[in-house]
Antibody, heavy 122, light 109 residues
Framework: EVQLVESGGGLVKPGGSLRLSCAAS????????MNWVRQAPGKGLEWVASISRSGSDIYYADSVKGRFTISRDNAENSLYLQMNSLRAEDTAVYYC???????????????WGQGSLVTVSS | EFVLTQSPGTLSLSPGEEATLSCRVS???????LAWYQQRPGQAPRLLIY???NRATGIPDRFSGSGSGTDFTLTISRLEPEDFAVYYCQQNGRSPPYTFGQGTKLEIK
């Protein structure tokens, strides 16, 4: 069974940093591209970042470019999101999501974790 | 960049009825790159439909997708109580950014 478990969320002050982790199991982690998607309270879904199987191809939403860094450790079956210079508008539930495609990136988000809440407030 | 506009914002129907949800894209999109997701309250989103009309694994056949170009539709026939949720369309082109619509809330009438 595919499982994605996010951790690392919490309350942080504006300008602060936080690192989210996503522990993957139930599939061969390095066969799939991975993504972070966020959802502000009461709002819709916003794609945040994507990373290819090897980590060689990385993409960011304009809203987080230069502040967030996506990475992965295939030996540890883990995905990360380093978030710096956090703003109030970054407050959201952050979901880790696995690409449906095997060996290629499809952009179809076939499996999702339960999310980790990040609150940016003074 | 693609902008996805979903309508209606809220749809009120009764169990057993048929729901028709629309997703309009700001420019022509290959049907290969259009997906639909369901999000029940307090839960993570779930992939329902990919490539406009293909059901994801385990999705009941009362869910169907159609459309091409700039207009796409998600149809849910014979609504079940568990179908009342928020639905999002997404464009997943050759490379990111991946864009979601703002969502349609399907509520019980």
């Amino acid at each position: 069974e595919v499982q994605l478990v996010e951790s690392g969320g919490g309350l942080v002050k504006p300008g602060g940093s936080l690192r989210l982790s996503c522990a993957a199991s139930g599939f061969t982690f390095n066969d799939h591209s991975m993504n972070w998607v966020r959802q502000a309270p009461g709002k819709g879904l916003e794609w945040v970042a994507s990373i290819s199987r090897s980590g060689s191809d990385i993409y960011y939403a304009d809203s987080v470019k230069g502040r967030f860094t996506i990475s992965r450790d295939n030996a540890e079956n883990s995905l990360y999101l380093q978030m710096n210079s956090l703003r109030a508008e970054d407050t959201a539930v952050y979901y880790c999501a696995r690409d449906l495609g095997m060996y290629y990136t499809s952009g179809r988000l076939g499996y999702w974790g339960q999310g980790s809440l990040v609150t940016v407030s003074s | 960049e693609f902008v996805l506009t979903q309508s209606p914002g809220t749809l009120s129907l009764s169990p057993g009825e048929e729901a028709t949800l629309s997703c309009r894209v700001s420019q022509s999109l290959s049907s290969s790159y259009l997906a639909w997701y369901q999000q029940r309250p307090g839960q993570a989103p779930r992939l329902l439909i990919y490539a406009a009309s293909n059901r994801a694994t385990g999705i009941p056949d009362r869910f169907s997708g159609s459309g091409s170009g700039t207009d796409f539709t998600l149809t849910i026939s014979r609504l079940e109580p568990e179908d009342f949720a928020v639905y999002y369309c997404q464009q997943n082109g050759r490379s990111p950014p991946y864009t979601f619509g703002q969502g349609t809330k399907l509520e019980i009438k």
